[in-house]
């Protein structure tokens, strides 16, 4: 039989249809949109030989992509490193033991980031960041693999098809034995052999393997489709926890091992509930039943514990314990995993009062713009000018022509959210930032010159232009002028023919101009 799809709790997918483009005005977090009827639960598998149920947390994540802090850009601002952390330490309370994963694409952040130094600093942190947060194992992708050797940290990298690295790992913890198997996958143009890969990941397995064996297999893989399906079949495997590629898919349930994809750009953390009661193999999904007694209802109390205190936590844990009286009979002789997508929003935020920034974010901070500045020095034949330099010819129409755009109000949108400092935020809210020529300074006096997305952020630097305005040296704006920064992550929504008609300094004059005037007063 061919996979079936499964319904899963995927919030990513609903919370893509409300993203939108940077705004000057923060919004609330929208409730998330009723789930649609969900899809039929297929049988779980026949019981097995019965062994003592063993209970273990998978958290993962997957297509990181060098997300360090949370953006503001989307309506709706999940994800950063502090918040993983605060929702892993809560994970952790909830007793059962947590095993941290995450399934490649990690670093590199896209197209913004073109220069090698960028690029270092940026993966150099992301690596410092996971092993705060508990990072037991990755599975780096080709993008990844380009940054080995520049930066450090790469000790719990996994991957049975790269030369010289480890396969796997076997991780012990609170009773049970895990083995996590990397799979990377192939570079473009250069799609992996499916047969040879799983091969290859049997072959790592039977060499991971203990005398006393394992209680669960996991592999970690952002390899394509086919290649995911070829090592589900193995029959230790119990999961395969993949990449999202284009859309995010509910898990499947193959004829072997359930391939399960989680959210990008480490928004959410992807919870797998697994509870081991026969011998290592492909797991069973559960879904939630019908009445607080269902493996959901169980997940979500285990979840409220740890913001409870005092009576009202002990009231959650004798629930927590009788929910599982009644849910372990089904897994007794089976394995059976549940899956859910947490969001890091901002419930896992600190009190402003009491929040100061990390000593690990303040360091990239700082060091991003030291890079900066060492750009800015970059020797340069043309110079940024600013929005002044344009007005003293481009006055009043053309002026007004881009004030009214969304450009005119990005900076804004970083003072309402207190983001000036950030140079996370500042690359895209404000002009020339970090390039030849151009600024590296947040303080007051610079950004008053170089606030907001100018003539100069689309054009290019002007000065030859200033020098002799009858010689026109813009640079054409092309769709990847505009992608530097309304990349996938921050600007979901972006389409190239429709937003530069927002910001077209032509388009917003033509508009002015075929709008009525407004009537005098006799």
Not at 15 to 42: D, F, H, K, N
Not at 176 to 196: E, T, W, Y
Not at 375 to 403: D, K, L, Q, V
Not at 407 to 424: C, M, S
Request: with cysteine.
């Amino acid at each position: 039989m061919g996979p079936v799809p499964l319904r899963r709790t995927h919030a990513a997918a609903l919370i893509a249809l409300v993203l939108a483009a940077c705004s000057g005005t923060p919004s609330a977090e929208p409730t998330t949109p009723p789930l649609p009827p969900r899809l039929p639960v297929p049988a779980l598998p026949a019981p097995g030989a019965e062994l003592p149920i063993k209970r273990v947390t998978i958290a993962w994540t997957a297509e990181v992509r060098g997300e360090i802090e949370v953006c503001g850009c989307p309506t709706v601002p999940y994800g950063g490193f502090e918040r993983r952390e605060r929702y892993l330490d809560r994970l952790r309370e909830q007793g059962d033991p947590v095993i941290v994963l995450d399934a490649g694409e990690m670093l590199k952040k896209g197209a913004r980031l073109a220069r090698a130094a960028d690029e270092v600093l940026r993966a150099s942190t992301v690596l410092k960041l996971a092993a705060q947060v508990g990072l037991d194992a990755w599975a780096p992708s080709p993008t990844d693999l380009q940054l080995k050797g520049l930066t450090k940290g790469w000790d719990t990298a996994v991957a049975a098809n790269v030369e010289g690295m480890n396969a796997g790992t076997v991780i012990e913890r609170g009773g049970a034995r895990i083995g996590v198997i990397g799979v990377s996958g192939g570079a473009a143009g250069h799609p992996l052999d499916s047969d040879a890969v799983a091969q290859q990941v049997a072959e790592s397995i039977r060499r991971l393997t203990p005398p006393q064996g394992l209680d669960g297999l996991v592999v970690i893989s952002n390899a394509d489709t086919p290649v995911n399906t070829a090592i589900a079949q193995l029959p230790s495997v119990g999961m395969v926890l993949t990449t999202r590629g284009g859309d995010l898919d509910p898990p499947l349930r193959t004829e072997g091992a359930p391939i399960i994809e989680a959210p990008d750009r480490g928004r959410f953390v992807s919870v797998v509930r697994w509870v081991i009661g026969t011998t290592a193999g492909p797991a069973g999904l559960v879904e939630d039943g019908p009445d607080d007694r269902s493996w959901q209802a169980w997940d979500d109390a285990l979840e409220r514990l740890p913001l409870q205190t005092g009576a009202a936590r002990d009231a959650e844990g004798a629930r927590i314990a009788s929910s599982w009286q009644t849910l372990s009979p089904e897994a007794s002789g089976r394995n059976l995993i549940l899956v859910r997508d947490r969001p890091l929003g901002t419930d896992l935020d600190i009190p402003t009062s009491h929040d100061e920034t990390p000593p690990t974010l303040k360091a990239f901070q700082k060091a991003s713009v030291d890079v900066a500045a060492g750009h800015t020095n970059e020797p340069a034949t043309r110079h940024y000018m600013g929005t002044g330099a344009c007005i003293s010819c481009h006055n009043a129409p053309w002026f007004a022509a881009w004030a009214y755009t969304p450009h005119a109000g990005a900076w804004k949108a970083l003072v309402n959210r207190q983001a000036t400092q950030n140079p996370e935020c500042v690359g895209c809210h404000s002009t020339a930032w970090g390039e030849p020529g151009g600024n590296a300074s947040t303080d007051p006096t610079a950004m008053f010159t170089w606030k907001a997305v100018q003539c100069e952020s689309c054009h290019g630097p002007l000065s030859e232009h200033v020098a002799n305005p009858s010689q026109n040296h813009t640079r054409p704006v092309t769709q990847a002028t505009c992608l530097a920064c309304h990349d996938p992550a921050n600007s979901p929504q972006f389409n190239y023919t429709t937003y530069l008609q927002r910001v077209s300094c032509v388009s917003q004059k033509a508009a002015m101009a075929s709008t009525p005037a407004p009537p005098t007063t006799p």
